[in-house]
């Protein structure tokens, strides 16, 4: 609160006391000195009773010029008093004058302590006026999940599968099979992503790889882990921003995550939750073949958001999305795992001082279907909610669902549908999508056993070269 005009009303208060008592004084002295003029000139010129006279006046102008300098002090308390009772009542009355109307800053000067937490008003110096006070948004103190997406969302890309003999009839150009996402691992263009994501695809397919700012440039497979579902794809760019890895190892059950990518091909897709559990084992997902100790999230993960990052608080990528079997449980591959693959990958490309050209996995023969591994949990899911494909019996234990066919695929030519459940393959049990990889390996034609709406059927499948 503001008290300057307040002192400056008690100084005047004062100042004014003083010179009243003061003036008085001096009347008082020139009265006498009028009365004794008035008596030296009556008397004449007798000596002795001027004496007399001026003995007398003298003695009385030192006692009344006593008294007053007494009464003089007394006056000066008594103002001064006066002042202070007078400043603090119209110290109160400003006080309630300020609850109620507007300071006038710009008239009178005020100090405050500064504040993390709020701003004072700021006076605008060519209007004259003061601009509303702002307190600190929550909304900008406790977004830490937008802070975090911001350090990593350039670093992922859309990756597009697109075969240019197969175009959509009213829009023309090559058709899109498949897609998925993918994070940039280092500066030269190499993207990691799902192994998944950019096998199972025909010859006449390219991998058109789509940045953050929107540029779009072909990608080539470098190296391939079927196994971990790993695969990284080169592209020819240089001076790009890698993603920071953080550490899947020190990671905890209840951690903030979010999961970037593009689900359904909604690109630049985000989607938060806690880690559910940091250690589940590949045989509890009925993966066999793979000791892997998966991530559990509840950020939703689906179709488009396979190979895009999983990251932390921190901005550092902690898992690749991978899977998912219902809604509020998916599955991403640990970082650790991903750090070893590139280290390998790195080892072998300085070994071999060129690209090597696909090997193994990716001379895979094409078929033209997106499919989820069937394990205990999800059949009695389906079961419980009665959900596609209907009629499941009971006695299911194993095979693959597909969820996708592509138009004109090999797939598609044979007949297949989405929400069939391939069961066996050549009188070979289905028990993950891994048996199928297995079987395009080969040569010749795929005889399937296939449920649908609670029948069985037969259908034969010649996949593409």
Not at 68 to 80: E, H, L, R
Not at 152 to 181: E, F, T, W
Not at 245 to 261: N, Q, T, W, Y
Not at 396 to 418: C, D, E, N, T
Request: charged residues 20%.
């Amino acid at each position: 609160m503001n008290t300057s005009g307040a002192h400056r009303g008690s100084r005047g208060l004062w100042a004014y006391t003083v010179w009243l008592q003061e003036r008085r004084r001096v009347t008082s002295q020139l009265m006498l000195c009028n009365r004794l003029s008035a008596s030296l000139a009556t008397r004449g010129a007798g000596a002795q009773v001027v004496n007399s006279d001026v003995v007398q006046t003298q003695e009385g102008f030192t006692r009344h010029n006593a008294d007053s300098k007494n009464k003089s002090f007394m006056y000066t308390i008594a103002g001064f008093g006066a002042g202070i009772i007078i400043s603090a009542i119209l110290k109160a009355h400003y006080d309630e004058w300020t609850k109620s109307k507007k300071p006038l800053f710009h008239i009178l000067p005020s100090i405050s302590a500064a504040s993390p937490f709020s701003v004072n008003p700021a006076l605008d110096v060519n209007n004259n006026e003061t601009q509303p006070a702002t307190t600190l948004s929550k909304r900008i103190s406790h977004n830490f999940i937008a802070d975090a997406v911001e350090k990593a969302s350039d670093k992922v890309v859309y990756i597009d599968i697109r075969d240019h003999r197969r175009s959509p009839i009213m829009r023309g150009g090559a058709q899109s099979l498949s897609n998925g996402s993918g994070f940039i691992v280092s500066e030269d263009g190499l993207i990691l992503t799902n192994a998944h994501v950019v096998t199972n695809r025909p010859r006449s397919s390219t991998i058109m790889v789509r940045l953050h700012d929107g540029s779009e440039c072909e990608g080539v497979v470098e190296d391939i882990d079927a196994i971990s579902d790993l695969a990284l794809i080169r592209v020819k760019r240089s001076k790009l921003s890698p993603a920071p890895l953080g550490k899947s190892s020190d990671l905890r059950p209840g951690e903030f995550v979010a999961a970037l990518g593009s689900p359904l091909s909604l690109c630049n897709t985000v989607t938060a939750g806690v880690v559910s559990s940091v250690g589940r084992a590949s045989k509890e997902l009925g993966l066999r073949g793979r000791d892997i100790h998966y991530i559990q999230t509840d950020a939703a993960i689906t179709f488009g958001n396979s190979g895009g990052p999983l990251i932390n608080m921190d901005g550092e990528v902690i898992g690749i999305n991978s899977m998912t079997v219902t809604s509020g449980i998916s599955f991403a591959i640990p970082i650790d795992y991903a750090k070893d693959f590139i280290a390998r990958a790195e080892k072998k490309r300085a070994e071999l001082a060129k690209y090597p050209e696909p090997q193994g996995p990716d001379r895979r023969r094409y078929l033209g279907i997106t499919m989820l591994t069937l394990t205990p949990s999800i059949i009695q899911e389906l079961q419980s909610r009665g959900s596609v494909p209907q009629h499941i019996p009971p006695d299911l234990a194993h095979g693959i669902l597909i969820w996708k066919i592509v138009v004109g695929s090999p797939a598609y030519q044979a007949g297949l549908q989405p929400g069939d459940i391939i069961t066996h393959i050549n009188n070979h049990e289905v028990q993950s999508s891994r048996a199928v990889y297995k079987f395009l390996e080969g040569r010749g034609e795929l005889n399937m056993t296939v449920l649908r709406n609670g029948q069985r059927y037969f259908v034969s499948v010649v996949p593409e070269e």
